[in-house]
């Protein structure tokens, strides 16, 4: 590739190849979203080189940045410069620092000192206000310390604890206000930690396009002087196959912990109080997790771009944690590369190191931003997880309770009241079996957060302070059979032995799916998840209670209604932020359900949407409103079951099948609907005529079918086209929303045309959905003229599906395809201007069959014979 340079509006984009018109707008748009520290919605079709222009338009903007900089350092150096900026004339650097975001600035000439001075002050107050919280707890906890003390507490009085189980007594817990109370906000915390420079976050969905992101940049001209570190998680960066060979991640969580606690402990330990078999007993560190080591791989990392599998090979050659080395190259890298839920959850960001502070993130597959955010916060328990979690403890606290110290003892008969309240508020009893209770009453019920705390009399408990975070990193994991691991923990004994009807005696043979399949967790795990829900807002979020006959399949679910309350602290933090995607339409769900409820004003939300760059020719998008007997096409819930309905479609099919060569998609609502059609077509006959012209394939269910059913899917459409005959191609029968709708790639022959059949609405009876609706009917302005807010989020949850599932066949400049869309609601303007706009623009309504059709036979035709037009 020759390396060009491209200039547009002033701004150099070096680039491997002179691009697109659409990428010189893309670049020139991205960089002043950066510059003026706004928030860009960028809509760019697959097969516009979206990756690149973000790189090279990005990566243009911070070497310009990191310029700027070197001379305004260089400028404040210089005899007789005002260091305090009260200057008059100041570039243009100076109100866009990387320290401060455009709405965090100080005023002018205002000292570094004054504003600690307020900081502290603030500070001060907040800890005079824990103080004065701590008053009832301190009469609760002295009460227990009497009662410990009347037991008889003394050491000459507790039973001789068995080898290894002095790890199980937990050390005085304190939570995250205490600590910050007892430590003071006057310490000086100067421990040397590395400054972060200014640098620019990518995420997106998947480890894969996160590895094709890397690739793009390596090949780009900033492949050569970016320093850049991919992120992941252990069970994607450990390299101890001891541990990794755990399988599931809370697993190789919990082991890796462990390890490092073990060391920590061995190092800290006074040996000489110790008796020499206790010594001997200590876990051996990871050997892997060595600092000299980790900082050199640190080193390596940043000096060459390495993708994941790169970075766990140079780990393993220098007997170094690349899960850890990578987080230590954070501060001084240009470019973090990392999956987009280690960036949006709060806690998992403050774990990696991850500082967003006038930093800049770019999303990108951020079409189901919102759902991710939604996921992410939402949290489901059982009542056998709920009845679990409290037997353990109980035994817990039975075997160890004279040993805690009293507030230890104090927070776990807090949970365990909790756990038992929660059991109830589902119509269970804590002491029973969950699997043999039968409830009385069965059905969904939603509830407020408050209503549900106070109708489970926990109200007046704390719920910021009752965290099982120092139990569960700790002792979370839970190993049901020796097979997997020869020694275990303690404490995993421990919790083994609370397995009711599990003894080596019934250990029976196990399929190899199963034996394979990950292990599960402790049930302590959920549990603090959904405290850790408990603890939003009241009008942010809701509390779905699911009663299924029996109490160990019923469950209480938190569901987050406001996810921007989460993403609030992003954009407070980040000095821009660019949400991107291949098709973001309709864009008014993140201004409006996200931006907007986060805060930003209006003025600050940049869009920018661009063509595609395939000749108009190329695409042939077309709403068919009736069929060729006349039947008109409305797949509503009550009419798409009808046999005629399903008779229509597969005539409509058949005569696309007639003259589309290769590979023909056709997208169902759902699983159950593309099961009727096929066994009715079956029935009637249809099946077969299909299969004159095209070989018939379905989308499995299960997700490790997928790829087996994609390869004999592309051999047949090949072999087709090399032997001839009759059979043509082959048709693909799969679902919206399911395994083939995202991230798979139908390019050429493969996708020829792409049938959607109906509107693929969200199920409206969903009580989630119901209350989602409820939620912004309530908290989102009506435009005048316009649908209610939660009508508009149903009609755009079926838009971004079709989106998503239509954008599967152009995937390059010269690939080429019809979109057919059956529905004569797809023909309404307002659906119409949901479409991408390179769709929409092109789009073609036939309000019958016949012109439709005599549009897709020419185009195939010409597309076919391009030499023999006229």
């Not at 994607?236 to 196959?241: D, M």
């Not at 609601?825 to 016949?850: C, M, Q």
Request: glycine share 6%; net charge negative; aromatic share 8%.
């Amino acid at each position: 590739m020759t390396n060009k340079t491209q200039e547009v509006v002033g701004i150099h984009f070096p680039f491997p190849f002179p691009p697109y018109p659409i990428q010189k707008d893309f670049m020139a748009e991205l960089y002043q979203v950066l510059e003026a520290g706004k928030i860009g919605i960028f809509e760019s079709p697959t097969g516009t080189g979206k990756s690149l222009s973000l790189i090279c338009g990005a990566l243009s903007w911070l070497r310009d940045f990191e310029q700027k900089k070197q001379q305004e350092e260089a400028r404040l150096l210089e005899p007789g410069a005002d260091p305090l900026g009260g200057g008059k004339d100041q570039p243009p650097f100076s109100s866009t620092s990387c320290q401060e975001p455009p709405d965090t600035l100080r005023p002018a000439g205002e000292p570094d000192w004054v504003t600690q001075f307020v900081q502290k002050k603030e500070e001060r107050d907040l800890v005079e206000r824990l103080k004065r919280q701590e008053e009832e707890e301190t009469e609760s906890l002295l009460r227990l310390s009497r009662e410990m003390l009347a037991a008889g507490t003394e050491a000459e009085q507790l039973e001789q604890l068995e080898s290894g189980e002095e790890e199980l007594v937990l050390a005085e817990y304190e939570s995250d206000e205490e600590k910050r109370t007892a430590r003071g906000v006057d310490e000086d915390e100067d421990d040397l930690e590395e400054e972060h420079i200014t640098k620019i976050y990518y995420c997106s969905r998947t480890h894969s396009q996160l590895a094709q992101f890397v690739h793009e940049v390596q090949k780009s001209p900033f492949g050569k002087e970016t320093r850049l570190v991919s992120l992941g998680s252990r069970q994607n960066l450990c390299v101890n196959e001891d541990v990794k060979n755990l399988g599931s991640v809370q697993l190789i969580n919990d082991r890796c912990m462990e390890i490092q606690r073990s060391k920590h402990e061995k190092k800290n330990r006074a040996e000489e109080d110790k008796p020499k078999k206790r010594r001997q007993e200590t876990k051996a560190a990871c050997p892997f997790y060595n600092h000299e080591q980790m900082q050199l791989l640190r080193d390596e990392i940043l000096v060459e771009v390495k993708d994941m599998e790169q970075l766990v090979t140079l780990g393993k050659e220098a007997w170094a944690c690349p899960y850890y080395g990578s987080r230590f190259a954070i501060p001084a890298a240009q470019l973090v590369v990392l999956p987009y839920p280690m960036l949006l959850h709060a806690a998992t960001r403050e774990a990696a190191g991850i500082r967003l502070q006038g930093q800049v993130v770019i999303i990108d597959e951020a079409h189901n931003l919102i759902d991710t955010i939604t996921g992410i916060y939402s949290t489901e328990v059982t009542g056998s997880q709920l009845c679990q979690a409290h037997s353990q403890l109980l035994q817990y606290m039975e075997r160890y309770g004279k040993r805690l110290k009293a507030k230890n003892l104090m927070y776990i008969k807090q949970i365990l009241y909790l756990l038992e309240k929660f059991v109830a508020m589902l119509g269970g009893n804590i002491k029973q079996n969950p699997n043999t209770q039968n409830l009385s009453k069965t059905g969904t019920e939603l509830k407020t957060i408050n209503d549900f705390l106070f109708q489970s009399q926990v109200d007046n408990i704390n719920l910021f302070k009752v965290k099982l975070f120092g139990f569960t990193e700790r002792y979370g994991a839970v190993l049901p059979s020796s097979q997997f691991q020869p020694k275990l923990t303690g404490f995993q004994h421990f919790l083994k032995s609370l397995q009711p009807g599990v003894t080596e005696a019934s250990a029976t043979p196990v399929e190899e799916d199963e034996a394979r399949a990950p292990r599960p967790t402790s049930p302590l795990m959920h549990i603090e998840g959904f405290l850790a829900a408990l603890t939003t807002a009241n009008q942010d979020g809701r509390v779905i209670l699911s009663r299924q006959g029996s109490l160990s399949q019923s469950s209480l679910k938190f569901l987050l209604l406001n996810p921007a309350v989460h993403f609030a602290q992003v954009v407070k933090e980040c000095r821009a932020i660019v949400i991107a995607g291949g098709t973001m339409q309709p864009v008014s769900d993140f201004r409006e359900q996200l931006l907007a409820c986060a805060g930003v004003e209006a003025e600050r939300v940049v869009e920018f949407s661009c063509g595609h760059v395939i000749p108009p020719d190329n695409i042939l998008p077309l709403v068919i409103c009736s069929g060729p007997s006349n039947q008109q096409l409305e797949f509503t819930y009550q009419k798409r079951e009808l046999p005629q309905m399903m008779d229509e479609t597969g005539r409509i099919l058949c005569n696309l099948c007639n003259v589309v060569p290769g590979g023909v998609v056709c997208f169902f609502p759902s699983y159950e609907y593309q099961r009727q059609v096929h066994a009715h077509w079956d029935k009637s006959g249809l099946l077969a005529r299909l299969a004159v012209r095209k070989k018939i394939f379905q989308e499995p269910k299960r997700a490790s079918q997928v790829e087996q059913v994609l390869m004999a899917y592309s051999k047949c459409i090949t072999s087709c086209g090399q032997v001839g005959g009759t059979v043509t191609g082959a048709l693909l029968l799969s679902v919206v929303g399911g395994k083939m709708s995202e991230g798979i790639n139908f390019s050429d022959d493969l996708g020829r045309c792409v049938v959607m059949v109906g509107m693929p609405y969200p199920n409206i009876r969903s009580p989630e959905l119901q209350e989602k609706m409820a939620y912004l009917d309530q908290t989102l302005p009506r435009a005048p003229g316009q649908a209610l807010p939660g009508k508009a989020l149903v009609e755009n949850l079926c838009m971004k599906a079709v989106n998503q599932s239509i954008g599967r066949a152009i995937r390059h400049q010269r690939d080429f395809a019809s979109i057919v869309l059956l529905d004569q609601r797809y023909a309404r303007p307002s659906t119409l201007a949901k479409l991408p706009a390179w769709i929409r623009d092109r789009v073609e309504v036939k309000a019958t069959f016949g012109p439709a059709f005599a549009a897709m036979r020419k185009v195939s035709f010409l597309l076919l014979f391009p030499v023999s037009t006229v």
